[in-house]
Structure formats: structure tokens, C-alpha cells
């Protein structure tokens, strides 16, 4: 008796939830945040100190233990620490990947760690902050 009301249940399982359920994708990339990436990423491959500095939102906010960039001159002379060559070439290949809890907001991941966060701000987006997931 145990057996065939463990099969029902088990059969009622399989007609309810589907073997392959797709898995949800990240929400679309907007027209303005796939403009504003585009020309990011392409201060990033220049190494546009000057660009990727009127890009960005102050203070930009760094990893745990590493000071915050406050003003844009702080960016463009700390701006090898956050795109050494690595990260350069992480960039020149990356898609966002849009928050779906916020829709205005969107990461760069490079490597298992490293997430760059931009998001709307003043109109448009900008870069507004460094996280590295591990710390």
C-alpha cells in the first residue's frame, strides 16, 4: 500500500514539474546600457584615463580594506590598479549582466572574482564601483 501511494505521489511529481525547466535568463541589456558599455569599453581598451574618468560616479567604491577613488583625478592616477592589463583584456570581451533587482544596473565579471558594477545615475550610466566577491 506504502509503495503505490509513494508512486502516485512521484508520478504526480513528474506531470507537475517538468524535467527541463529552462533556466530564467538576465534580464535584456537596454539600447542605452549596450551605447554606454560600448564606449567604456572602448576608453578601457584605449586606456582613456580622461574618458573612463567622465564615465564614472564618485566616490567609486572599492573592495573591502581598499580606500574609495573620491575624485576623478584620484581615478586617473590610481586607474592601473583597477584596469591592469588582465582586466583590460577581461573588458574587451565582456557582455553585461543586468541586476534583475535593478533594472538601471549592470556588472562586468572578470574571472571567478572581480565584479564591475555601473549603474544610472544623472541620466546615464556610470561606473560606480569595484567588488571582489571572495572578500
Not at 506531470?15 to 534580464?27: D, F, G
Not at 584605449?46 to 576623478?72: C, E, H, Q, W
Request: charged fraction near 20%.
Amino acid at each position: 500500500m506504502m509503495n503505490i501511494i509513494l508512486n502516485a505521489t512521484l508520478a504526480a511529481l513528474c506531470l507537475v514539474v517538468p524535467a527541463n525547466v529552462p533556466v530564467q535568463e538576465n534580464a535584456a541589456a537596454t539600447p542605452a546600457m549596450k551605447q554606454f558599455w560600448s564606449k567604456f569599453q572602448n576608453a578601457v581598451a584605449k586606456n582613456d584615463r580622461d574618458a573612463v574618468a567622465a564615465m564614472s560616479k564618485f566616490p567609486l567604491l572599492m573592495p573591502y580594506g581598499v580606500p574609495s577613488i573620491k575624485t576623478r583625478a584620484q581615478l586617473i592616477r590610481r586607474y592601473g590598479e583597477i584596469f591592469d592589463a588582465e582586466t583590460r583584456k577581461c573588458f574587451a570581451t565582456a557582455q553585461p549582466q543586468v541586476d534583475d533587482a535593478k533594472a538601471k544596473k549592470f556588472s562586468i565579471n572578470c574571472g571567478e572574482a572581480m565584479m564591475y558594477w555601473f549603474e544610472f545615475s544623472g541620466g546615464t550610466y556610470k561606473f560606480a564601483s569595484v567588488d571582489n566577491v571572495n572578500e
